[in-house]
């Protein structure tokens, strides 16, 4: 593989962390179940590219995400992986028990900065759902666990539409106040552009909140997942989410696609003289893999122009 010619900006990190999210995000909205020795590996190979932090599988509901109905037998599957971090998504005190149960030592909340996702999606409120994971969050660290705090819909709803700002910061920092190690902006259906992205980091500054405990994550059902990358990078972020081959979306935001791609993220980081500890050409190889898979040609146009190249 040929690699980008890299040449740095300024005002750019020296290191940015990939936070994967294939194996949650990803496949959660597969309209098949994919098996979970195909789950295992697909986690095997992301480590050996080079990804330590995987968000490996989610303790929702079975009934309500089926897909990811198999996390227990899968975190037991990934027992031996030494030196990564494995995430896994908790909505409520039921599922920390399942995930700690587990032996999981990293988990994530999510909440919704809009009402009607927040009904969709956990079956209640706003307030209700951060009335339901201040416990979690609790007892999480009580556990000995790290706890990352996701807010979605912080850029737009497919209900209702544009989202004030100060909706997005009073959630997120609810999470912040309760503990939570890190907080993960979500753009949950991929309509944000980079002026909304610079604006909301900086209200999260102007409200005391370091950028530098805040993450990203954009689907990019609009190709500005990148920009908009670019843009939270220049701001001070450094925790970037991405998920290999461009897979992702959410079961219950039928407008959301893909999570911006993690090997479209690391040709820009790699090009940039950005270190993340991935191997491009193993990663690349592993979505290709994960698509052949899966049925269907990767979404992300790196692994596509990296596919034609072998
Ligand atoms: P509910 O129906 O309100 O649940 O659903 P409940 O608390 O009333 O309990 C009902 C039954 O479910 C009880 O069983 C509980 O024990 C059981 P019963 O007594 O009737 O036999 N139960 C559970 N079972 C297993 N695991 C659990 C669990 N919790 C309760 N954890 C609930 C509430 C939160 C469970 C449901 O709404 C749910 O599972 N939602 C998950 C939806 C989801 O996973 N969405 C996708 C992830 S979010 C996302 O993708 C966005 C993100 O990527 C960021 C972005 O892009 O913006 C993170
Ligand atoms: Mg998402």
Redesign the pocket.
């Known amino acids: 593989m040929t690699p980008p010619t890299t040449v740095p900006l300024d005002g750019l990190p020296d290191r940015v962390t990939v936070y994967e999210v294939g194996p949650r995000?990803g496949l959660?909205n597969e309209q098949t179940i994919v098996p979970l020795a195909v789950k295992a590996e697909f986690i095997h190979r992301l480590a050996d590219a080079g990804l330590r932090t995987i968000e490996a599988t989610?303790?929702?509901?079975?009934k309500?995400?089926p897909q990811l109905a198999d996390a227990e037998d899968l975190m037991d599957e990934l027992e031996h992986l030494d030196g990564v971090r494995l995430p896994v998504?908790v909505?409520?005190l039921?599922?920390l028990r399942?995930a700690l149960d587990q032996g999981a030592d990293s988990v994530a909340v999510?909440v919704s900065a809009t009402e009607t996702f927040s009904r969709r999606?956990?079956?209640?409120s706003v307030a209700q759902s951060l009335e339901m994971v201040a416990p979690v969050v609790d007892q999480a660290l009580a556990a000995g666990a790290d706890v990352r705090g996701?807010v979605?819909?912080c850029f737009g709803d497919p209900w209702e539409g544009a989202v004030p700002i100060d909706q997005v910061i009073d959630v997120g920092n609810r999470l912040l106040q309760f503990g939570c190690t890190e907080l993960s902006l979500?753009d949950?259906i991929g309509v944000a552009t980079p002026g909304q992205v610079s604006a909301l980091l900086r209200g999260f500054e102007e409200s005391g909140t370091q950028t530098s405990s805040l993450a990203v994550?954009f689907?990019d059902t609009y190709g500005q997942a990148l920009a908009n990358t670019l843009t939270a990078l220049t701001c001070g972020v450094s925790t970037v989410d991405a998920s290999a081959g461009g897979l992702g979306g959410?079961?219950?935001a039928k407008s959301a696609t893909g999570n911006l791609a993690t090997e479209d993220l690391v040709w820009q980081l790699d090009g940039l003289g950005i270190d993340t500890g991935i191997d491009l050409a193993k990663l690349a190889a592993t979505s290709q893999w994960m698509a052949a898979q899966l049925g269907r040609p990767s979404p992300s146009r790196t692994v596509r122009a990296l596919g034609r190249m072998e």
Request: aromatic letters at 16%; glycine letters at 6%; a positive charge.
């Open positions: 995000d959660q989610s303790f929702v509901h079975p309500w995400v998504l909505p409520n039921n599922g399942r999510f999606n956990l079956n209640r996701y979605s819909m979500g949950t994550h689907h959410c079961p219950y």
